[in-house]
């Protein structure tokens, strides 16, 4: 059997490094000495700034005895400037519901409703079951991941939606 050069050196090398490693005498590296700090201070944040504008007042939805089943009207909706297009909602949203300020996020991954939707930061469990989205005539409707409808909103802006919780209350998506 012949090693070539090359394997040759390597197993020279190798047979090396195992008798150094075994090797009796060692040098021990001095730990460095800890590093002097200075004192800490410590004093109260500013508070914070808003960074989205607070939700428009609409109108309150009426409430219906009769029908307990009824889904809640939007009649409240601002009307719609022009239907909005996919490309227009894909991305970061700022999120508003009531006494809520966080995150939205949708995509063009097909999901059960219409195409995925989180959010992040949200303390209402209507905002937080948001999973998906899609937009059905004038309207951008956020669903939970049942495809359920959550918020229904219409276009007011440039780049703001505003519309209802399903379930009450002023909802509101801008840029």
Do not use: H
Not at 77 to 92: D, F, K, N, S
Not at 104 to 110: C, D, G, P, Y
């Amino acid at each position: 059997m012949r090693l070539s050069i090359a394997a040759t050196w390597a197993a020279i090398g190798l047979v090396l490094q195992a008798v150094t490693a075994c090797s009796s005498t060692s040098q021990r590296v001095q730990p460095l000495p800890p590093a002097p700090t200075g004192a800490v201070l410590a004093e109260p944040l500013p508070p914070a700034q808003p960074t989205m504008p607070p939700p428009q007042q609409m109108e309150p939805l009426p409430q219906v005895q009769e029908q307990p089943a009824a889904p809640p009207q939007i009649a409240a909706l601002p009307p719609a400037q022009e239907a909005p297009t996919q490309e227009a909602v894909l991305g970061q949203w700022g999120l508003t519901g009531p006494g809520d300020n966080c995150q939205l996020f949708v995509t063009l991954t097909s999901w059960t409703g219409g195409y995925r939707a989180s959010t992040r930061g949200c303390s209402s469990p209507e905002l937080t079951s948001v999973g998906a989205w899609n937009i059905e005539g004038n309207l951008v409707v956020l669903k939970d991941n049942e495809g359920n409808p959550v918020a229904r909103l219409a276009k007011s802006g440039a780049t703001r939606y505003d519309g209802r919780l399903e379930l009450g209350g002023a909802v509101s998506m801008n840029r």
